[in-house]
């Protein structure tokens, strides 16, 4: 059985302009050990789905499954969702002055949360726990650093401050939320090398959200590729960087800089994401796509297998046997585009080819 099994997620939120559908319908699964990075545009749901799994959507309407070591997180009352969060889940979000309280040390921080959850351990062991964990993530001199206040850490040493916080009590799943976005490269790659360790280490399982699919290069195991609150493809990060199916996920891999994808190119996606409040009929991308079909304007595709292994799945009109960037694929998806499309399809593909790519959107 996996770790987290979710299904059919969805999330809204009520707001003065409309119904926000943040989340529409995702499921995935994560299992121990291993890394699902989740990519998408900003305000693609990434955050929305991850925190509405720990009751961290205040005001959302959500409805599916998310079953996290047997008990359903979905509904479940607030005391039991916070025994979970930190001992059994934890998050280590972008921004660590927003989990480090400023006015309080940070091994006293640390040394809190475990005695928060441990209540037969004195505040000198937690503290000596602090420092060994300061130390294990990478912090110089932590039997010093321990009384420093958050502002006296570097950007880098305060993640790596919320993440000996987050391994602190042995959790069996760390959610990072675009853990390396606000450092340097240098520092971002040592972050990364640093969660790899304490995964092998561990066996923690790790749900990472990035805009940034080096990050995902470097550490996931899978990838799933959100688009407008949905999973737009799902599959082994082989097959998302090498076998591609949805044309996002293309447009995503083009629009690294230096990709190889584009011929070294940076091939902005056309357009920009769409409103959630007044979401595109069909398929939310085919503003956006310019392989654009009849059917995409009415029919909004499941995500379904494509390949030839059950667990790549991509939402998708184009024929399942088109993958990756090949001339091969390329000629099967024009060919299928050229007698799927006529009239508004038509209209919308032209558009799109006529865009300036500097209205386009680089999520890298
Ligand atoms: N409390 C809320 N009320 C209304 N809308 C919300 C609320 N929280 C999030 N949203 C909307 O839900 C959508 C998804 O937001 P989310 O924060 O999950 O995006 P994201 O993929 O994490 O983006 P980013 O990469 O910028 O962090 C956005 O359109 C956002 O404006
Ligand atoms: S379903 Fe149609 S519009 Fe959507 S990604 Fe596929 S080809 Fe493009
Ligand atoms: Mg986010």
Request: glycine content about 10%; aromatic content about 4%; some cysteine.
């Amino acid at each position: 059985m996996s770790l987290l099994e979710v299904t059919d997620l969805r999330v809204s939120f009520r707001t003065a302009d409309g119904v926000v559908q943040a989340v529409r319908g995702v499921s995935f699964s994560v299992e121990p050990g291993r890394t699902l990075g989740i990519v998408g545009e900003s305000g693609s749901g990434k955050t929305v789905l991850t925190q509405s799994l720990l009751g961290l959507t205040p005001g959302g309407q959500i409805s599916g499954k998310a079953v996290f070591d047997g008990v359903n997180l979905v509904g479940l009352d607030s005391r039991s969702l916070q025994n979970i969060r930190g001992k059994e889940i934890a998050v280590i979000f972008q921004d660590p002055l927003t989990s480090l309280h400023p006015l309080y040390k940070v091994g006293w921080q640390i040394s809190e949360m475990i005695r928060a959850h441990d209540k037969s351990v004195t505040r000198a062991q937690a503290t000596d726990r602090a420092i060994d964990l300061l130390g294990h993530v990478g912090i110089p001199r932590p039997r010093e650093r321990v009384n420093d206040y958050p502002h006296q850490f570097s950007g880098g040493m305060r993640q790596r401050a919320m993440i000996a916080m987050a391994i602190s009590l042995n959790p069996k799943l760390i959610i990072a939320d675009e853990p390396t976005t606000a450092l340097d490269a240098t520092v971002q790659a040592q972050i990364l090398d640093l969660l790899q360790r304490l995964q092998r280490e561990s066996g923690t399982a790790l749900l990472m959200i990035t805009h940034d699919l080096g990050v995902v290069a470097d550490i996931a195991d899978d990838v799933m590729v959100m688009y407008a609150g949905r999973a737009a493809e799902k599959a082994s990060k082989r097959d998302i960087f090498y076998r591609q199916h949805h044309p996002y996920t293309k447009g995503l891999l083009e629009s690294i800089p230096n990709s190889s994808a584009a011929g070294g190119r940076l091939v902005p996606i056309a357009g920009q994401p769409p409103s959630l409040i007044r979401l595109p009929k069909g398929c939310a991308f085919h503003p956006r796509c310019a392989y654009v079909m009849d059917r995409c304007l009415t029919d909004e595709p499941a995500l379904a297998p494509v390949g030839d292994a059950g667990e790549h799945r991509s939402a998708c009109w184009l024929p399942s046997s088109a993958l990756g960037p090949g001339p091969e694929a390329e000629d099967t998806r024009r060919r299928t585009v050229q007698a799927g499309r006529s009239g508004e399809a038509i209209k919308i593909a032209e558009a799109i080819a006529a865009a300036p790519e500097s209205e386009g959107s680089v999520i890298a």
